[in-house]
């Protein structure tokens, strides 16, 4: 499996942007699409936005699509998620996950916490 590190979370006022990064270890990066999760308090995981392999297609929930960007380097090894226009219903802790072969995400990052403040 795929070791992976988030970071970038934070407290931010309504509207403002943050940069989520998510750091691979341990098996080739550029063989697993990538997802970010996001789970808040008293409420299931969902699925935010994912991205293929070569990075180009994406997929992004309704409810962020037009301010969320997924992207990916895999050079470094990493995949980010940058958030603008965020609202107080984007608090909750994010995590990244990597889809195998098999089209299920079988490596998942610790999470990062992101508060939005109204």
């Known amino acids: 499996q795929v070791q992976l590190v988030e970071s970038g979370g934070g407290l931010v006022q309504s509207g403002g942007s943050l940069r989520l990064s998510c750091a691979a270890s341990?098996?080739?990066?550029?063989?697993?699409?990538m997802g970010w999760f996001r789970q808040a308090p008293g409420k299931e995981r969902e699925l935010v936005a994912t991205?293929?392999?070569?990075?180009?297609?994406?997929y992004y929930a309704d409810s962020v699509k037009g301010r969320f960007t997924i992207s990916r380097n895999n050079a470094w090894n990493t995949v980010y998620l940058q958030m603008n226009s965020l609202k107080p219903e984007d608090t909750a802790v994010y995590y990244c996950?990597?889809?195998?072969?098999?089209?299920?995400?079988?490596?998942w990052g610790q999470g990062t916490q992101v508060t939005v403040s109204s």
């Open positions: 996950a990597a889809r195998s072969a098999s089209g299920s995400f079988g490596s």
């Open positions: 991205i293929t392999r070569s990075g180009r297609d994406t």
């Open positions: 341990g098996r080739t990066f550029s063989n697993y699409a």
